[in-house]
């Protein structure tokens, strides 16, 4: 009776520790970050991050970095679709070889960075 007991908790924790990691590797960085300068101002950013469930698994924030200095910063509660997030974001005029850096956080793991340079 004691073997039987020990022999379903191990049983069970085997369970759960195959479950929770199955759940990591599963989840992944966004892959990658488009950026398009728009003469206005606006930089448009679209986020490569394929996932099953956007509501669940998704880019949860974005950082805007103006030559090294923090300008923008949105979080979300979802992703548009289970493709990517894409947004805009309003930096006014900017002299060109002003240096604009992206940061894209998934919220369960990793980031990803991208960079240009105003023409």
């Known amino acids: 009776m004691k073997n039987m007991k020990r022999s379903g908790l191990l049983l069970i924790s085997v369970l ?60 979300y509660k979802s992703q548009q679709s289970a493709e990517a997030l894409t947004d805009s974001f309003s930096l006014g005029a900017l002299p060109s070889g002003t240096n604009i850096k992206v940061e894209a956080r998934c919220i369960i793991m990793g980031s990803a960075v991208s960079s240009i340079v105003v023409p």
């Not at 003469?39 to 998704?58: C, F, I, M, T």
């Not at 974005?62 to 300008?71: G, M, Q």
């Open 16 to 75: 759960c520790l195959v479950f929770c990691g199955a759940s990591v590797a599963f989840s992944h960085p966004p892959k990658e970050i488009s950026l398009l300068w728009k003469p206005e101002g606006v930089l448009s950013v679209k986020v490569a991050h394929l996932v099953d469930n956007p509501e669940k698994h998704y880019v949860f924030r974005i950082i805007v970095y103006v030559n090294d200095k923090i300008t923008a910063e949105r979080e």
